[in-house]
């Protein structure tokens, strides 16, 4: 057995679902990922790329075209996090991570983006259905989640929201899509978003400035 087959193998029932192991590795991954993302530490980028690339095998297995685009662009957005987050300029004096809510421009742009994205997606699905079964919420998501992304590498409280907002229709999507174990796991993605959020939000208000550009990581 290769080593895609048995990612894509079931692992076990739980409430007459099948897990797989590509979404069940691939999601606790993802979990590791958000925690540390939480914790402001830059450890929380290659998790991502990790997630990412095995959730690739779980959404392939079920033909969710817009769940493969949607790790690709973790995959990448990872490495490009990576390279913000090392740059020295999202950092403060102390080392750590600084985090920021959006100016109403920043929150603009993110908006109108997401807005176009998931027309543009939306409508290509539509006019290829080959490439996703669920053409509008596929699209959704794989916008959704490149905002939440960008906005993380940035250090924006409002990546929480983005997250959140992205969940609503990940969750049903997941079930109804034999992801069980990543609809599960959304259950506890809420309690850390919301967790994450009110960290990040309370050090927002820390006033803590960023070093010079160029500092070290």
Known sequence: ??????????????????????????NIVGLIALALGWRRSIWTWPAQFASGVILVAAYASAQLSGGVGKQL??????VWGWR???????????GTIAVRFASWRERGV??????????????????????????WADAYIFIGTLVAMV????????????WLLV????????????????????????ALVLWGMRDWWLRSRNGAQPVLEGAAA
């Open 1 to 26: 057995m290769s080593a895609l087959s048995w990612l894509n193998s079931v692992a076990f029932t739980a409430f007459e679902q099948p897990i797989k192991w590509s979404d069940m590795i691939g």
């Open 73 to 78: 662009l973790v995959i990448g957005v990872a």
């Open 84 to 94: 913000q987050w090392t740059r020295g300029k999202q950092q403060t004096q102390d």
């Open 110 to 135: 993110l908006v109108a983006g997401a807005a176009a994205g998931t027309l543009a997606v939306g409508g290509l699905f539509t006019l290829y259905p080959s490439l996703s079964w669920s053409p």
């Open 151 to 162: 906005a993380q590498a940035r250090g924006l409280v409002e990546f929480w929201f983005a």
């Open 167 to 190: 969940d609503v229709v990940g969750v049903p999507l997941a079930f109804n899509s034999d992801l069980a174990f990543s609809g599960l796991v959304y259950v506890i993605y809420f």
